[in-house]
């Protein structure tokens, strides 16, 4: 770009950016182009997943998927693949600059969790959040368990088990669809 008589090299700038990334830890084979072209469309250029087995779910497949993007895609993402029933999956999305960001998380019995997270990755609920909790809990059970439902515990415990399965068993098996 020239002004005048001073020349300007734009550089793209990572300021305002989000980056993001999508961990599916188990997909039926049935599933994958599925995916592949819904992810396409939602970033609107062809996206590459290398497939792997995924040893826990036989039959299943697992990828992962990251990305810098100017505007925000993961509800979109989440929202997409939750109305497929058999995917496990979680999506992240956080600013660059301020680091806050929101965590969707998928299974077949749980269904979807949305949580906002902190610049460390910590899941955060807020205050309005916590009001509705105190004002809804009337014994120290219903509080536990929605605070334990906020912070989506059970979607980590049902996901840990397939987070660590990914690759574990020795060779990777790549997987074209």
């Not at 002004?3 to 961990?23: A, H, K, T």
């Not at 039926?28 to 497939?51: C, D, M, T």
């Not at 960001?101 to 269904?111: E, N, Q, S, W």
């Amino acid at each position: 770009m020239v002004l005048g008589e001073i020349r300007v090299n734009i550089l793209p700038s990572s300021n305002g950016m989000l980056d993001g990334d999508l961990r599916i830890y188990s997909a039926p084979k049935a599933l994958l182009r599925h995916i592949q072209w819904s992810l396409n469309e939602i970033f609107g250029y062809p996206v590459e997943l290398n497939w792997e087995a995924q040893h826990l779910a036989p039959g299943a497949l697992a990828t992962q998927l990251q990305w810098r993007e100017l505007k925000p895609v993961a509800s979109k993402i989440a929202s997409t693949l939750k109305s497929w029933h058999y995917l496990r999956f979680e999506v992240r999305e956080f600013s660059n600059i301020s680091g806050e960001g929101v965590l969707y998380r998928c299974t077949p019995d749980l269904g979807l969790h949305q949580a906002v997270t902190a610049s460390t990755g910590d899941v955060m609920i807020h205050e309005n959040r916590l009001v509705t909790i105190l004002e809804n809990s009337r014994s120290y059970e219903t509080l536990r368990k929605s605070v334990s439902n906020s912070l989506g515990i059970a979607w980590d415990l049902e996901l840990e088990s397939y987070r660590r399965g990914v690759g574990s068993e020795g060779e990777i098996r790549a997987v074209s669809i």
